[in-house]
Each structure stands twice: as structure tokens, then as C-alpha cells.
């Protein structure tokens, strides 16, 4: 069965440190790969994807994603955090067989950026 | 537009009975997913209806069942209702099945005593 582990459940940082928050996911087919990101008192939204092509996929508000099929991670980083980015970021799977709606997530990683 | 709507969005039930949560997807979507979140855990798929058609069913027991009404609107219903479905339910919608961007509402919380 498909799961999705996400390494970290609290990361604390100041502003303007750098993200990586990682994931790895147990699939042996094809993958489509996500990151969700939630906002303190708004509903889940989509960050970045990846379906094929260039494993870098670069998303919203400055965040990317690389995909290491041989390690089987789809870890998001971002640069330089900002106190916005204080949220809760989901890493999600889906088997690339037309299982659109069926994402598995991961617990969730709790991110709290000081100013 | 409005995004995908979900009432109520809080409810407390007790323990054996049955609740009933409404999910209203973004106009022109027409596949409806729904998810469990637990507190602590990421949202765990329950149900996909397409075009009224289950597409879709995650590991959850008989008590969980949902329907697909024409104007694509949808509901989830459990029955005998335990402590332990005390969680996030999640609506998202897509316009079609095969899609791979899930929009989400902001679900309805539910407390079992």
C-alpha cells in the first residue's frame, strides 16, 4: 500500500533561514507528487506538483520541490522563509494511473516561522 | 466565485447516532473527494463520486457512505457514530476525475461524546 512520511512535525525558524522539509513516499509504480500547504485559519491549498519531466518543480510564493526517484523524496525547500510562511505543509501521493482525486498525505509538517 | 462550501461547519453528535455533512463543489466541477482529517494527521481519503458514481472508496467501514446528488453537490454519511470518527471532514472538488488539482473547502468538525 501506498504511505507518504513526512520527517518533521514542528520546524521552528527565523525569518529569512532557509526550508527543507522532507518527505519520502513507499510506491513502486508511477507517482504524481504534491505539497499542500495550510494557512492558520484557511483550508488546505496547492503548493507544488509533480507529474513528469524536470524532477525541480518550482511552486507559489518562492517554494520548490526535488524529486530523487532513487530515494524515492519529493522534499520542499524554500530559500529564505518569511514570517507568511507559517503554516502546516502536507506532502501527498497519488498513484499516476488517473487516481486524481485519491491523494494519500502524510502527517503533515507544522511549520512556525519567528520574526 | 465562490470556492467549495461545506455545512455545517461544526456539529457534535453522540455516540450510535448517524450524522449527515454537505459538500457544495466549485461551479463546473464535477468529481467530489472526501477526507478524514484526525487531529495530529493528514487528511485520509474516504470517498471520490463522479457524475453519481462511487470512483473511489479508502479503507474506512460500512458505517461511512456518501452520495452524488445531479447538480454535483454531495453528502457523507455515518452511521453509529464512535468516538474515534471525532475528526476533519474535508470536501475537495476537481472538474473532472482524473484531475490532479484537488480545491478544498474548509470542512466540517466533527466531536463524537
Known amino acids: 500500500a501506498q504511505s507518504v512520511s513526512q520527517h518533521n512535525h514542528h520546524v521552528i525558524l527565523s525569518e529569512a533561514a532557509s526550508l527543507e522539509l522532507g518527505c519520502n513516499y513507499s510506491y513502486g509504480g508511477t507517482v504524481n507528487l504534491f505539497w499542500y500547504v495550510q494557512y492558520p485559519g484557511q483550508h488546505l491549498q496547492l503548493l507544488l506538483k509533480?507529474?513528469?519531466?524536470?524532477?525541480l518543480v518550482k511552486g507559489i510564493k518562492g517554494f520548490e520541490a526535488e524529486f530523487i526517484k532513487s530515494k524515492f523524496s519529493f522534499n520542499l525547500r524554500k530559500p529564505s522563509v518569511q514570517w507568511s510562511d507559517t503554516a502546516e505543509y502536507f506532502c501527498?501521493?497519488?498513484?499516476?494511473?488517473?487516481?486524481?482525486?485519491?491523494?494519500?498525505f502524510g502527517q503533515g509538517t507544522e511549520l512556525s516561522v519567528k520574526p | 466565485d465562490a470556492g467549495v462550501t461545506q455545512s455545517p461547519t461544526h456539529l457534535i453528535k453522540t455516540r450510535g447516532q448517524h450524522v449527515t455533512l454537505r459538500c457544495s463543489p466549485i461551479s463546473g466541477h464535477k468529481s467530489v473527494s472526501w477526507y478524514q482529517q484526525v487531529l495530529g494527521q493528514g487528511p485520509q481519503f474516504i470517498f471520490q463520486?463522479?457524475?453519481?458514481?462511487?470512483?473511489g472508496r479508502g479503507n474506512f467501514p460500512d458505517r461511512f457512505s456518501a452520495r452524488q446528488f445531479p447538480n454535483y453537490s454531495s453528502e457523507l454519511n455515518v452511521n453509529a457514530l464512535l468516538l474515534g470518527d471525532s475528526a476533519l471532514y474535508l470536501c475537495a472538488s476537481s472538474p473532472l476525475p482524473g484531475e490532479e488539482k484537488l480545491f478544498f473547502g474548509s470542512g466540517t468538525q466533527l466531536s463524537v461524546l
Open positions: 463520486y463522479y457524475e453519481k458514481e462511487e470512483r
Open positions: 501527498a501521493v497519488n498513484a499516476g494511473d488517473n487516481q486524481g482525486g485519491k491523494l494519500i
Open positions: 509533480y507529474f513528469s519531466g524536470d524532477p
